[in-house]
C-alpha cells in the first residue's frame, strides 16, 4: 500500500478517532477549514466517510491542541490566529528545530535517516500533484521522525505541539506551484546534509525550511532577517 492511495489507508494511525484528528488537522494547518466557520460534526463524518463519534472525539482532541473550539449543539470553529501568534511560534520553533538537525548531522553513526527518506520522496510528490492535506500531515510526520532519532520524546512532544498550531493560510494558493516543490525538495536535500554531517548546513537549510511557515506558505515575504537563535 502506498501514500499515494486515501490517507485514512495509507497512514500508520491506530484507530479512526486518530485517522480523523490527523485528517482535520492538516486541513486546519493547510488553511482547508476557515477560521470562525462553524462546522457541523455531522457533516465533517461524512466527508471523511466515517461516524461521528470519531469525528466527535477527534475535535475534543483538536480543541485540547487549541486548533478549534466547540459550539453548543451545533459544531466547532476553527480558532483564529493572528500574525503575533504566528510570529510566536515559528521563533519557539527555530529554537527547538534548527538545533536539534545540527545534532543528527553531528550523530556518527549515522541515525537511520534512510527510514523516512521514502517520506521526502513522497512529499516532493504531494507538493507537485497539489495535495495539500496529504502534504502537511506527511510534513510533520516527517519532521516529527528525525527528531525522534535524538532518543528525547518530550523534544518531539514539543514540537509536535508548535507544527500542530502553525497555520499555513497561503499554502492552497500554492497547489502544484514551483515554489512548493522546491521547497518540498528541501526534505531530500536536509536528508543529504544529515548523512554527510554537515552541521552548519543542516541548520541553515532547517532554518529556511521553517521561515516557510511565516513566510512563502503563509503569503509573507521571507527576507525579514529572522534566523535560529545559537543554543548550542
Same mark, same amino acid.
Given at each position: 500500500?502506498?501514500? =499515494?492511495?486515501?490517507?485514512?489507508?495509507?497512514?500508520?494511525?491506530?484507530?479512526?478517532?486518530?485517522?480523523?484528528?490527523?485528517?482535520?488537522?492538516?486541513?486546519?494547518?493547510?488553511?482547508?477549514?476557515?477560521?470562525?466557520?462553524?462546522? =457541523?460534526?455531522?457533516?465533517? %463524518?461524512?466527508?471523511?466517510?466515517?461516524?461521528?463519534?470519531?469525528?466527535?472525539?477527534?475535535?475534543?482532541?483538536? %480543541?485540547?491542541?487549541?486548533?478549534?473550539?466547540?459550539?453548543?449543539?451545533?459544531?466547532?470553529?476553527?480558532?483564529?490566529?493572528?500574525?503575533?501568534?504566528?510570529?510566536?511560534?515559528?521563533?519557539?520553533?527555530?529554537?527547538?528545530?534548527?538545533?536539534?538537525?545540527?545534532?543528527?548531522?553531528?550523530?556518527?553513526?549515522?541515525?537511520?535517516?534512510?527510514?523516512?527518506?521514502?517520506?521526502?520522496?513522497?512529499?516532493?510528490?504531494?507538493? %507537485?500533484?497539489?495535495?495539500?492535506?496529504?502534504?502537511?500531515?506527511?510534513?510533520?510526520?516527517?519532521?516529527?521522525?528525525?527528531?525522534?532519532?535524538?532518543?528525547?520524546?518530550?523534544?518531539?512532544?514539543?514540537?509536535?505541539?508548535?507544527?500542530?498550531?502553525?497555520?499555513?493560510?497561503?499554502?492552497?494558493?500554492?497547489?502544484?506551484?514551483?515554489?512548493?516543490?522546491?521547497?518540498?525538495?528541501?526534505?531530500?536535500?536536509?536528508?543529504?546534509?544529515?548523512?554527510?554531517?554537515?552541521?552548519?548546513?543542516?541548520?541553515?537549510?532547517?532554518?529556511?525550511?521553517?521561515?516557510?511557515?511565516?513566510?512563502?506558505?503563509?503569503?509573507?515575504?521571507?527576507?525579514?532577517?529572522?534566523?535560529?537563535?545559537?543554543?548550542?
Amino acid at each position: 500500500m502506498t501514500r =499515494s492511495e486515501p490517507l485514512f489507508e495509507s497512514l500508520p494511525r491506530r484507530n479512526l478517532r486518530d485517522e480523523a484528528a490527523a485528517q482535520l488537522r492538516g486541513r486546519i494547518i493547510a488553511g482547508s477549514l476557515t477560521p470562525g466557520v462553524i462546522y =457541523s460534526m455531522s457533516a465533517i %463524518a461524512a466527508q471523511l466517510g466515517v461516524s461521528a463519534t470519531p469525528v466527535r472525539e477527534a475535535v475534543l482532541e483538536l %480543541a485540547k491542541e487549541e486548533l478549534v473550539e466547540m459550539v453548543q449543539n451545533r459544531g466547532f470553529r476553527v480558532r483564529v490566529a493572528t500574525g503575533k501568534d504566528l510570529d510566536d511560534i515559528v521563533e519557539i520553533r527555530l529554537t527547538l528545530e534548527v538545533p536539534a538537525m545540527g545534532r543528527l548531522a553531528d550523530l556518527r553513526p549515522e541515525p537511520e535517516l534512510e527510514k523516512v527518506r521514502p517520506m521526502a520522496d513522497e512529499l516532493v510528490e504531494h507538493a %507537485a500533484n497539489g495535495d495539500m492535506v496529504a502534504f502537511v500531515v506527511l510534513d510533520s510526520e516527517f519532521h516529527l521522525s528525525l527528531t525522534a532519532l535524538l532518543g528525547n520524546p518530550r523534544y518531539v512532544e514539543l514540537v509536535r505541539v508548535l507544527r500542530y498550531q502553525t497555520r499555513l493560510s497561503a499554502l492552497p494558493k500554492l497547489r502544484g506551484a514551483a515554489p512548493l516543490v522546491e521547497s518540498a525538495r528541501e526534505h531530500v536535500r536536509l536528508l543529504d546534509l544529515l548523512a554527510a554531517g554537515d552541521r552548519p548546513g543542516a541548520e541553515a537549510l532547517m532554518t529556511t525550511h521553517v521561515n516557510h511557515a511565516r513566510g512563502l506558505w503563509a503569503g509573507r515575504p521571507e527576507d525579514d532577517g529572522r534566523t535560529a537563535p545559537d543554543v548550542r
